[in-house]
């Protein structure tokens, strides 16, 4: 649900990919929230709503003006930007949804810059992403709603969908956020540069970070060390000491082929246990029937059960590995189990 | 009777049929195609020589085969297929030390090492120089992951001979 100010460049959320229902939805509650704050204005900012994305300045200078009437009681959140709404027109979407309606006046601020931020040509591209331009004092949060955020549908490619950067002066307040669809959101402070390409630049490398940090995760003893140089190096490092463990392994395991007489079931339970350190028991019985299907087929079966071959033939893939878990769960104690999803 | 005990328990599925932690089912897959995998091999090579890279071999394959949801199995199965004598991945120890003399020389320069380091891992993950580098950092993470586990299993089938 989409509860947004209304704003020249929410016109370009119609070329979103949004529901219609949930356009009408917000179109309705922009009404009503115009209609509380002042009842004339709404036909005229029904009349924006309608205008879909088109450059159209003299409906945008009006919309301004009428804003700058509005003044402050309309408290919008200022990213929606009215000023760099011009050049939002473009690409900014203020789909902050989260607009407080804090009663904080910002408008004029706001109107200040655009006047001076009018510069850039307004094309309107589809917004995929909700990006919002500076103009901010630092303190004004822009609470980014992930339900709406997850309501809109976007593509992820940012880079399309920033707005012009001809105008990329910084804003004397300088606070701004980029939001988008699940993906990073990129807050540039007072005095960076908000053009495109580093915007873009930006969101790129907080993806990346937020990669290392997943890495960071998995990686033993990658927490200890700071700075991405020093995780890279844990991180090759651990790999590389993983490849020449399995390498070791094998080596071993071509020593011992010959006498390699194993079941399979019995491994399953062994991995089980080394993979789960604080299992209780081993399964002694029924080993057959615990066996996933193989994905290649088996020429030899060895030392396996006929009762495997039937299982591989009959079911699919799925079935087996659930009944294996259940199997597994009834064997085990399923409360002790950590599985990892 | 067995079949009968086996079609019953075929009939019982998790509550949450979808929600197999995956890393048993890799766990589970990767035994089930490398155990068959070196039988077979045994009982094919009268020779009591099997080939350490024979082995190395049917291990990647396992790997790969077990991890198709993943983009680096798709190149490490090219690799092998391609491949007769599997050279699959680059000595470790190599790599290594030249790690560490790249780090030695460039201090200075920030952002080079880290791309270094990038380019580094990149050639160690199967089809990494490929990829672009986010893309490679998402891959890296269940790599290693799928690394782990294989190492698992391996060692319990080591164990199990022993």
Same mark, same amino acid.
């Given at each position: 649900?989409?509860?947004?100010?209304?704003?020249?460049?929410?016109?370009?959320?119609?070329?979103?990919?949004?529901?219609?229902?949930?356009?009408?939805?917000?179109?309705?509650?922009?009404?009503?929230?115009?209609?509380?704050?002042?009842?004339?204005?709404?036909?005229?900012?029904?009349?924006?709503?309608q205008f879909h994305g088109s450059n159209n300045d003299e409906l945008l200078q009006s919309t301004f003006s009428h804003f700058?009437?509005?003044?402050?009681?309309?408290?919008?959140?200022?990213?929606?930007?009215?000023?760099?709404?011009?050049?939002?027109?473009?690409?900014?979407?203020?789909?902050?949804?989260?607009?407080?309606?804090?009663?904080?006046?910002?408008?004029?601020?706001?109107?200040?810059?655009?006047?001076?931020?009018?510069?850039?040509?307004?094309?309107?591209?589809?917004?995929?992403?909700?990006?919002?331009?500076?103009?901010?004092?630092?303190?004004?949060?822009?609470?980014?709603?992930?339900?709406?955020?997850?309501?809109?549908?976007?593509?992820?490619?940012?880079?399309?969908?920033?707005?012009?950067?001809?105008?990329?002066?910084?804003?004397?307040?300088?606070?701004?956020?980029?939001?988008?669809?699940?993906?990073?959101?990129?807050?540039?402070?007072?005095?960076?540069?908000?053009?495109?390409?580093?915007?873009?630049?930006?969101?790129?490398?907080?993806?990346?970070?937020?990669?290392?940090?997943?890495?960071?995760?998995?990686?033993?003893?990658?927490?200890?060390?700071?700075?991405?140089?020093?995780?890279?190096?844990?991180?090759?490092?651990?790999?590389?000491?993983?490849?020449?463990?399995?390498?070791?392994?094998?080596?071993?395991?071509?020593?011992?082929?010959?006498?390699?007489?194993?079941?399979?079931?019995?491994?399953?339970?062994?991995?089980?246990?080394?993979?789960?350190?604080?299992?209780?028991?081993?399964?002694?019985?029924?080993?057959?029937?615990?066996?996933?299907?193989?994905?290649?087929?088996?020429?030899?079966?060895?030392?396996?059960?006929?009762?495997?071959?039937?299982?591989?033939?009959?079911?699919?893939?799925?079935?087996?590995?659930?009944?294996?878990?259940?199997?597994?769960?009834?064997?085990?104690?399923?409360?002790?189990?950590?599985?990892?999803? | 009777?067995?079949?009968?005990?086996?079609?019953?328990?075929?009939?019982?599925?998790?509550?949450?049929?979808?929600?197999?932690?995956?890393?048993?089912?890799?766990?589970?897959?990767?035994? =089930?195609?490398?155990?068959? *995998?070196?039988?077979?091999?045994?009982?094919? %090579?009268? &020779? #009591?020589?099997? !080939?350490?890279? $024979?082995?190395?071999?049917?291990?990647?394959?396992?790997?790969?085969? =077990?991890?198709?949801?993943? *983009?680096?199995?798709?190149?490490?199965?090219? %690799?092998? &297929? #391609?491949?007769? !004598?599997?050279? $699959?991945?680059?000595?470790?120890?190599?790599?290594?030390?030249?790690?560490?003399?790249?780090?030695g020389k460039e201090g200075g320069h920030e952002d080079g090492e880290i791309e270094e380091k990038l380019r580094e891992l990149?050639?160690?993950?199967?089809?990494?120089?490929?990829?672009?580098?986010?893309?490679m950092l998402g891959e890296i993470g269940n790599y290693i992951k799928c690394l782990e586990l294989q190492t698992i299993a391996?060692?319990?089938?080591?164990?199990?001979?022993?």
């Open positions: 649900m989409l509860e947004g100010l209304v704003s020249p460049e929410n016109l370009s959320l119609s070329s979103m990919d949004m529901n219609v229902l949930e356009r009408l939805k917000w179109l309705q509650q922009q009404q009503q929230q115009v209609v509380s704050r002042t009842s004339d204005n709404s036909p005229e900012l029904l009349q924006i709503l700058q009437m509005l003044g402050s009681g309309f408290g919008p959140n200022p990213n929606i930007g009215f000023g760099p709404s011009h050049e939002a027109m473009d690409g900014c979407i203020s789909r902050t949804s989260s607009f407080q309606m804090d009663p904080v006046d910002t408008m004029g601020v706001m109107l200040k810059n655009s006047e001076e931020n009018r510069t850039i040509s307004s094309k309107n591209k589809r917004k995929s992403e909700v990006k919002r331009r500076e103009e901010e004092k630092t303190e004004k949060k822009i609470k980014v709603e992930a339900e709406t955020e997850s309501n809109m549908k976007g593509k992820s490619s940012m880079s399309n969908t920033e707005a012009s950067s001809d105008t990329s002066k910084e804003t004397s307040k300088g606070a701004s956020e980029i939001h988008k669809l699940d993906y990073i959101y990129v807050r540039s402070r007072r005095g960076q540069a908000t053009d495109r390409h580093s915007l873009a630049e930006r969101a790129r490398r907080e993806k990346i970070s937020k990669k290392m940090k997943y890495l960071q995760d998995i990686v033993p003893g990658c927490k200890k060390v700071t700075g991405q140089a020093g995780m890279l190096d844990e991180i090759i490092n651990y790999v590389q000491s993983l490849q020449t463990q399995i390498e070791f392994l094998s080596m071993k395991l071509a020593f011992l082929n010959p006498e390699l007489e194993l079941s399979v079931e019995d491994l399953y339970v062994k991995q089980l246990q080394d993979y789960f350190t604080n299992l209780p028991v081993v399964i002694a019985s029924k080993p057959s029937i615990m066996v996933d299907v193989p994905l290649f087929p088996l020429d030899q079966q060895g030392s396996l059960d006929l009762s495997v071959i039937n299982l591989s033939q009959t079911t699919s893939t799925e079935a087996p590995s659930a009944s294996c878990e259940t199997q597994s769960r009834s064997l085990y104690n399923t409360s002790s189990l950590g599985f990892h999803y | 009777m067995e079949r009968q005990i086996i079609n019953k328990k075929k009939r019982v599925f998790s509550v949450e049929p979808n929600k197999i932690p995956p890393s048993e089912v890799f766990t589970r897959k990767y035994t =089930s195609l490398l155990v068959p *995998a070196l039988k077979k091999l045994n009982m094919n %090579k009268n &020779s #009591s020589q099997v !080939n350490q890279l $024979t082995v190395k071999h049917e291990v990647d394959m396992a790997l790969a085969l =077990s991890a198709q949801e993943f *983009a680096w199995s798709r190149f490490l199965l090219q %690799k092998l &297929s #391609s491949s007769n !004598n599997p050279t $699959t991945t680059t000595s470790s120890s190599s790599s290594g030390i030249r790690i560490q003399e790249r780090s990149q050639k160690l993950l199967p089809g990494g120089e490929e990829m672009n580098v986010e893309e391996l060692k319990s089938i080591v164990q199990d001979t022993t």
